[in-house]
């Protein structure tokens, strides 16, 4: 008679990953599955999906990211603690200490918090992976309880403001005539490589171009001073009173908005500490609104790689103010959430790649120069 086999092996976590961008959720599979113990049941792609997703597929953990399309992480997590709840673990750009999203999903009843892993840095990705590994054995053996509908009315998830909290919309407003022109550009995840290889390839005698690059504070005057070292125009870290001239690129500080507003037929820059517009400051859509008021047909918008739906509706109102609209394509964006949604939402004119962008820049401000000089002839 045969002696049955003990089993030993354990069966495995089951992880649901939901995160709009196909490269993180791609490099979430890969660390987590790396993970004998760990099995990636399924991803998500926004919280529709993964609702769906998670009634077929019964995941012990979820990753969750903040910013997606459709419904904020946010708003999920606090709909799905109530309805279903489970462990999850927040995996988002936003989600560093102490910021005020990571304690709205704490207070909701995320188990525990961990930033996106950092595409172009490899040498920390080992760290990063026993890291995101630990949280989510972790968070499978967490109790999780029900989010109360009397205690989800008392949490007050910060609202997330729009462009109107710090720079209200207005009608066209008599300006001063003017002959200068003004380049507004704007990005975040891979923005600071495709950033710089738009600069490197502008001359010297490109109009001032401003930049809104979601950035902390900490890297924003590194960021601007090796922009300078490599650029034929001149590349500051803006400062608030600054004249926006030719051959100047000005970059936000990684704790302001920066805005372009106008002194009788001069451009300068305005530096706001007010609140967070689509959760970042400084905000594309903040920049990009300033430059449709105040510069209108004048000015050229450049969309580039980034996360999330910021400057998508700004460069639509510099698109519908008279201003050439540029976004970055899809096969070369790092992440192409922010070109994405503004060629969703029509607000860019021409769809390219990041090789093609500084020459699309140069054409379309000679062709503002022949229009100009036409209307006066």
């Known amino acids: 008679m045969s002696t049955p086999v003990p089993t030993t092996a354990k069966r495995r976590i089951r992880v649901l990953i939901v995160d709009d961008s ?11 599955g790396s993970d004998p113990a760990i099995e990636v049941v399924g991803v998500a792609s926004d919280a529709h999906v993964a609702r769906e997703k998670i009634k077929q597929l019964n995941p012990d953990v979820l990753t969750l990211d903040v910013e997606m399309p459709k419904m904020d992480g946010i708003t999920f997590l606090k709909n799905l603690m109530r309805l279903r709840p489970m462990p999850v673990v927040m995996v988002s750009s936003l989600t560093e200490r102490g910021a005020d999203v990571t304690l709205d999903a704490l207070a909701i009843g995320a188990i525990d918090y961990l930033s996106k892993p950092k595409i172009d ?48 919309k207005t009608s066209n407003t008599a300006l001063l005539r003017t002959t200068d022109r003004i380049i507004a550009i704007g990005a975040s995840t891979g923005g600071t490589e495709a950033i710089k290889a738009v600069l490197t390839r502008l001359p010297p005698d490109t109009p001032g171009v401003v930049i809104a690059q979601h950035i902390p504070k900490a890297f924003s005057t590194p960021f601007a001073k090796r922009m300078n070292d490599c650029c034929q125009m001149t590349v500051y870290e803006a400062e608030d009173g600054q004249q926006v001239l030719a051959g100047h690129a000005y970059i936000a500080p990684g ?22 517009v689509n959760r970042h400051k400084p905000s594309v859509d903040v920049l990009f609104r300033s430059v449709a008021q105040n510069a209108g047909r004048n000015a050229i918008g450049v969309i580039l790689t980034g996360m999330g739906k910021d400057g998508a509706r700004g460069l639509k109102e510099m698109l519908d103010a008279g201003s050439q609209t540029i976004a970055q394509d899809e096969a070369t964006s790092v992440v192409w959430g922010m070109p994405g949604e503004a060629v969703a939402v029509g607000a860019a004119q021409h769809v390219i790649g990041l090789d093609s962008v500084a020459g699309k820049i140069r054409s379309l401000a000679d062709s503002m120069d022949i229009t100009r000089q036409a209307r006066e002839a």
């Open 255 to 276: 704790d302001r908005h920066l805005m372009v507003v106008r002194d009788g037929a001069r451009y300068v820059l305005r530096l706001d500490d007010g609140v967070p």
């Open 121 to 168: 840095l490899a040498a920390t990705l080992k760290d990063y992976s026993e890291e995101l590994i630990e949280k989510i054995k972790i968070a499978s053996r967490a109790s999780v309880r029900a989010l109360d509908p009397h205690r989800a009315a008392t949490i007050a998830v910060r609202p997330r403001y729009s462009t109107d909290a710090v720079l209200p």
């Open 22 to 32: 196909a490269l993180v959720r791609s490099l979430l599979t890969d660390i987590l």
